[in-house]
């Protein structure tokens, strides 16, 4: 009887513990579809919003100014997009596996167990991930680097420790003439006037240091190289009228923070304008006037360099005006 008794046991053990395993393993699929609808959602949920302004960019400075600027704010929020989705599928699985395959008793889990499906899915997916994004980014590169042949205004960039001078220039390269020019002070902030809807050619080279030109809400800086290096970049058009602050963006020496300028974006006639009052022997300042604008710059302002008699420039010499 009681051998009899013992065989029944672990059969009537095995019977019921099945219902229990497979409810386990149906409550465990329906949490993974669970977790899959969700992402679901939040993608569908993102896509129907303006992501960039719900998540202030995602760090990235948003009002860009330009087509490159936007391109290149669209594939960093395609990119936190994308990463965002990979985020929360594999922290759903994580979560997933660490409520299905919690510790139940004693007894150790097996070692040696493997999922092929899934080592192929995490081996194959960020190949995938990777490829696409490397795609997409030597696309945009490839745009924000182009140049054309006959940009419609090309300005040389002159840096020097520890201001900038603009060129206004009737050609590429450095056999082009310049035909206006605008010079920065310790007093006076230089002020660089460019028109919207035409392209634009920037040609930066540097008298000293290595410095670096960068307006923010163009959305990426560019060096300034000495010698005979010339960095040059495009951009298809500035879309938005207005003063933006620029500044040197590399480490150049003790008054590297002082290093300020304002672009200043303007109608293309109001441009053309200042360029003829510029030509005609005007100041930046008197040229800004003539067409209606603030003659000095609006978005930053001099520093005080503190230069003393044994260091820079002497204090007794008269302040000088902008050009």
Known sequence: MVARSSEVRPSAVRHSASPRVGGRRGRGAGRLAGLGLGGVALLV????????????????????????????????IASCIAALAVGVFVWGLIFWCVVRYRKRGNALPVQTRYNMPMEFLYTIAPILIVSVLFYYTAIVQTDVDKLSKNPDVTVEVVAFKWNWQFNYRDGQGTEARTTASTLGTSEVIPVLVLPTNRSIRFEETSRDVIHSFWVPELLFKRDVMPGKIRNVFEVSSLDAEGAYVGRCAELCGSYHAFMNFELRVVSPEKYDQFLAAKQSGK?????????????????????????????????????????
């Open 45 to 76: 949920l993102l896509t129907g919003c303006d992501v960039g302004q719900t998540f202030d960019g995602f760090g990235w400075p948003q009002g860009g100014i330009s087509p490159e600027s936007k391109r290149m704010y669209d594939l960093w």
């Open 283 to 323: 100041s930046t300042q008197d040229a800004l006037s003539a067409i209606g604008e603030q003659p000095y710059a609006t978005s930053t302002q001099p520093f005080d360099t503190r230069r003393t008699q044994d260091n820079f420039n002497p204090d007794d010499v008269p302040a000088r005006t902008g050009s």
